[in-house]
């Protein structure tokens, strides 16, 4: 069984920095792809960041510049820097992995619980 599990959420205040962190644990074989999306009250779920094994990365427009995805392959590790935060960024953050569970088996999505980030203006 898998599991994602993130870390890091909080209030701030507008302009100020969080870090999330996701770790991925179980019965892993690989992870291909490591994402962080965030659903905003009232929302639907929007892409922030994703990461390729290979350390390729995308980020939204809106957080382009200010948030930056990192991972550590080793680890299953998953991390989201979040700069000059603004209320609108406001929302639960969650975590996702694209991985395989053995070597024949094929690739599945995978999703954390999520964790509140506030900005207050």
């Known amino acids: 069984q898998v599991q994602l599990v993130e870390s890091g959420g909080g209030l701030v205040q507008a302009g100020g920095s969080l870090r999330l962190s996701c770790a991925a644990s179980?019965?892993?074989?690989?992870?291909?792809?490591m994402g962080w999306y965030r659903q905003a009250p009232g929302k639907q779920r929007e892409l922030v960041a994703i990461i390729t094994s290979g350390g390729s990365t995308n980020h939204a427009d809106s957080v382009q510049g200010r948030f930056t995805i990192a991972r550590d392959n080793a680890k299953n590790l998953v991390y989201l820097q979040m700069n000059s935060l603004k209320p609108e960024d406001t929302a639960v953050y969650f975590c996702?992995?694209?991985?395989?569970?053995?070597?024949?088996?094929?690739?599945?999505?995978?999703w954390g619980q999520g964790t509140q980030v506030t900005v207050s203006s």
């Open positions: 996702n992995a694209l991985l395989k569970e053995g070597p024949v088996t094929g690739y599945k999505s995978y």
């Open positions: 179980g019965s892993i074989f690989t992870i291909n792809v």
